[in-house]
């Protein structure tokens, strides 16, 4: 069972930067973030693999990174130029298939997730 710990998260200015780091028990092929503002549905944000290719949500091209350092076994997520309505419980997800995928249904594994908040 892989399981997979969130931190980073906070209340920020709208134009502020954010940190995101997902630690991973194991390695993992595929890794993502994903998040899920109040009352809607979770959507995928960012997506990389083992080789570093990455995808992105239309929404924060551009704006946000994500990365990951395979030695700690960890995934990371850069945040710049935040705005209203990135605000969001942010989730780390794994998958073991290699797949550049922002749908959920692609991850067996979640982490609990994070709140990220950010005032206009």
């Known amino acids: 069972q892989v399981q997979l710990a969130e931190s980073g998260g906070g209340s920020v200015q709208a134009g502020e930067s954010l940190r995101l780091s997902c630690a991973v028990s194991?390695?993992?092929?595929?890794m993502a973030w994903f998040r899920q503002p109040l009352g809607k549905e979770r959507e995928g944000v960012a997506t990389?693999?083992?080789?570093?290719?990455?995808v992105y949500t239309n929404s924060v091209q551009g704006r946000f990174s994500i990365s990951r350092d395979t030695a700690k076994n960890t995934l990371y997520l850069q945040m710049n130029g935040l705005n209203p309505d990135d605000t969001a419980m942010y989730y780390c997800?794994?998958?073991?298939?290699?797949?550049?995928?922002?749908?959920?249904?692609?991850?067996?594994?979640w982490g609990q997730g994070i709140q990220v908040t950010v005032s206009s």
């Open positions: 997800a794994a998958s073991p298939l290699r797949w550049s995928s922002l749908d959920r249904a692609a991850y067996r594994y």
């Open positions: 990389i693999d083992s080789a570093g290719y990455a």
């Open positions: 194991q390695y993992t092929a595929q």
